[in-house]
């Protein structure tokens, strides 16, 4: 499981914290992610919130296969 809550930073975003939970399948090739996000903010919309955690799936599969971090969208 991987943890994250913002401490700090602008006030534009008042809470920003979700978890990541790993599980192993069936198939020894394929790893299971469920995110869970707690967004409360000035502004933006669900939208952004996918863009996020699609950005999050992405650096995942990256560092997973020794790949670059893609840039933040």
Avoid: R, W
């Avoid at 534009?12 to 020894?28: M, Q, Y």
């Avoid at 919309?45 to 990256?62: L, R």
């Amino acid at each position: 499981m991987i943890k994250h809550q913002k401490i700090q930073g602008s006030s534009f975003i008042t809470t920003s914290e979700g978890t990541v939970l790993v599980s192993s399948t069936d198939d020894p090739n394929v790893t299971e992610l469920a995110f869970v996000e707690h967004l409360d903010s000035a502004g933006g919309a669900d939208s952004d919130v996918i863009k996020g955690m699609t950005h999050n799936y992405a650096a995942i599969v990256a560092a997973a296969h020794g790949n670059p971090i893609p840039p933040c969208p």
